[in-house]
């Protein structure tokens, strides 16, 4: 998406809504136009959360201080699979570097959301000893239990956890038959080319509802499909077959 793209984006969204989430399965730190994409956002007051892998964050750690961002949402649980297990520590040093900067005016939340994966409790243990030594903490307080999601570190930086969950696919549908999500009552996705979908997990536009560069946002949002969504999740109910293959639940 071009910055030009997403002035116009922002133009018809900012009616609706004072936040934009930079993500949409994508990692936001590689956009070429980044800082400017930020600079947009700023310039109509939108709160802009970030959520991104946090591989760039020490090379890209200056232009996301130089603009105001309201949250960043580290996925810490990306690094197992894709960061050699003797980087490890590196990769958090530089995410702590980060966070401890930014947090003077900064949510920052680490994430891990693969609880519960068997194959993941090596790395998941690695990262909270390393957490608990940063921060002090005693390595228990970070073992959650119960309906505990996350946990404070300090000041504005959190840890979250979450168990690991299928993505979509239109095709694996799973034994559940209701359901209420956050799409079309608390969110919706633009992609790249435009398409609105009803949620960030939707990233190939299998649910597309209009495009934003052709019609009002207003308009989309109250076509027959998207009001069909969002009344069948508000009474738990899954009218699409897409999301009947994904694995995301609200509590």
């Known amino acids: 998406m071009s910055p030009d793209e997403f002035r116009v984006i ?9 936040y934009v989430y930079l993500h949409v399965l ?11 994409i930020l600079s947009i956002a700023g310039d109509v ?14 090379r890209k750690k200056e232009i996301v201080l130089r603009q105001a961002v309201r949250q960043v949402n580290i996925s810490l649980h990306d690094a197992e699979e894709n960061i050699p297990s003797g980087k490890w520590g590196d990769y958090l040093d530089s995410i702590f570097d980060y966070a401890l900067v930014a947090a003077d005016k900064t949510y920052i939340n680490l994430r ?7 194959t993941s409790s090596e790395f998941n243990r690695f990262c909270l000893e390393k957490i608990a030594q940063k921060f002090d903490k005693n390595l228990g307080e970070l073992y ?18 979450a168990p690991r969950f299928e993505w979509p696919d239109g095709e694996k549908e799973r034994s559940e038959k209701t359901k209420t999500c956050y799409a079309l009552r608390d969110q919706i996705a633009v992609l790249a080319d435009g398409t609105v979908v009803p949620c960030c997990l939707d990233a190939d536009g299998a649910m597309a509802l209009g495009n934003i560069f052709e019609h009002d946002l207003g308009l989309i949002l109250n ?29």
């Open 10 to 18: 922002v133009a018809k969204i900012r009616p609706f809504t004072d």
């Open 223 to 251: 076509s027959e499909r998207a009001q069909k969504i969002r009344n069948g999740f508000i009474n738990n109910q899954i009218t699409e077959s897409f999301c009947r293959t994904c694995g995301f639940f609200v509590n």
């Open 45 to 58: 007051n939108l709160n802009v959360n970030i959520t991104t892998n946090g591989g760039l964050i020490a």
């Open 26 to 36: 994508g990692e936001p730190l590689l956009h070429p136009f980044f800082e400017e």
């Open 112 to 118: 891990l959301w693969n609880w519960g994966v068997e």
């Open 144 to 161: 959650l239990k119960g309906k505990d999601t996350g946990a404070k570190l300090a000041d504005h930086i959190f840890l979250q956890h």
